[in-house]
Structure formats: C-alpha cells, structure tokens
C-alpha cells in the first residue's frame, strides 16, 4: 500500500507539474491573443479612417468641380485655379487613401486568421490543462482513498487490540 501511495503521490506532483508549466503556456497563449486582437483593432481604426477620406473626397470632389466651373465661368481665373489645385489635392489624398484600404483589406484578413488562430490556440491549452488537471486530482483521489483505507485499518487493528483511546484518534483522523 505504501508503494502504490508513493507512486500516486509522485503521479501527483508530476501532473502537478505540468499542469503549472500548462498554466504558464496558457498564459502566453492569452498574451499574444490579446496583442493580436489589439493590432486587428488598430487596423480596423486606420481602416475606417481611410473610408472616411474615401467617402469625404467622393463628396467633396462633384462639389470642387462645380465650383471651380463657375468660378471659371465667372472669371474668377485665382479662385477656379486655387479650387483646382484642391481637388487635385483631394483626388491624390483619395488615391492614396484607395491604395491604403486595398492594403489594409488584406492585411485586416490575415491579422482576422491570427487571431482566429490565437483562440483555437487558448482554447486548445484550456483543455490540455483541464485534462492534467484531472490526472492530478484522480491521483490525489486514489492516494486519499489509500489513506482512509489505511487508517481503517489501523482503527480496526487497535479496537481489536482494545485500544479504544487510540482507534478514536485514528477515527477522528479519518473523518
């Protein structure tokens, strides 16, 4: 019986063991989840961002054109030339803000995959954790139940043995 508790009682601490360097895995899982949720969120920021220009020069544009039309038409030759410079402005901040969503669309899919990745990875250490932690307890479970069998035992051999006073200590040790 000694041995078979020896052996639980190592099982223990090895499941023990692990079970703390899974802990540890875990936790690292959880950190580069989180740095990659929260790089997936400034993307999503920066994105939203260059619709934003997207949108503004898309609305702004048909309004310069008309106004430097008129301007021109009104021979406001330095107002028409200045409305012209800005939409030539806008048009190349609305190109680069249409080359900065293409990139971003595609990085925003990659960094969506890492981090899918990221949970299938936490997800994945929360179970192999739950299990070494399961080995650990049944070992403990097995050595207890070895214990209480033991000090029965021991009970029974000394209220055999009629002595009472120490099969009450040893009764009170089991419960």
Same mark, same amino acid.
């Given at each position: 019986?000694?041995?078979?508790?020896?052996?639980?009682?190592? !099982?223990?601490?090895? %499941?023990? %063991?692990?079970? +703390?360097?899974?802990?540890?895995?875990?936790?690292?899982?959880?950190?580069?989840?989180?740095?990659?949720? &929260? $790089?997936?969120?400034?993307?999503?920021?920066?994105?939203?961002?260059?619709?934003?220009?997207?949108?503004?020069?898309?609305?702004?544009?048909?309004?310069?054109?008309?106004?430097?039309?008129? +301007?021109?038409?009104?021979? =406001?030759?330095?107002? +028409?030339?200045?409305?012209? %410079?800005?939409?030539?402005?806008?048009?190349?901040?609305?190109?680069?803000?249409?080359?900065?969503?293409?990139?971003?669309?595609?990085?925003? =899919?990659?960094?969506?995959?890492?981090? !899918?990745?990221?949970?299938? @990875?936490?997800?994945? +250490?929360? $179970?192999?954790?739950?299990? %070494?932690?399961?080995?650990?307890?049944?070992?403990?479970?097995?050595?207890?139940?070895?214990?209480?069998?033991?000090?029965?035992? @021991?009970?029974?051999?000394?209220?055999?043995?009629? =002595?009472?006073?120490?099969?009450? &200590?040893?009764?009170?040790?089991?419960?």
């Amino acid at each position: 019986m000694q041995i078979k508790k020896a052996l639980l009682s190592a !099982e223990e601490k090895k %499941a023990s %063991a692990e079970a +703390a360097s899974l802990r540890d895995a875990l936790l690292e899982c959880k950190r580069l989840e989180t740095l990659a949720q &929260n $790089a997936l969120d400034r993307l999503i920021s920066d994105l939203q961002t260059a619709k934003a220009v997207l949108v503004e020069a898309d609305s702004r544009l048909p309004e310069l054109e008309a106004e430097k039309k008129a +301007a021109a038409a009104s021979k =406001n030759f330095k107002e +028409a030339a200045r409305l012209a %410079a800005e939409a030539k402005s806008l048009t190349s901040s609305r190109e680069e803000s249409q080359s900065a969503v293409a990139e971003l669309e595609g990085q925003e =899919n990659a960094l969506r995959e890492d981090v !899918e990745e990221k949970v299938a @990875q936490v997800e994945a +250490a929360e $179970a192999t954790l739950r299990g %070494a932690s399961r080995i650990g307890g049944l070992a403990r479970c097995k050595w207890l139940q070895l214990a209480i069998a033991e000090k029965r035992d @021991q009970v029974d051999a000394a209220a055999a043995e009629e =002595n009472y006073e120490e099969a009450e &200590n040893l009764q009170s040790e089991v419960e």
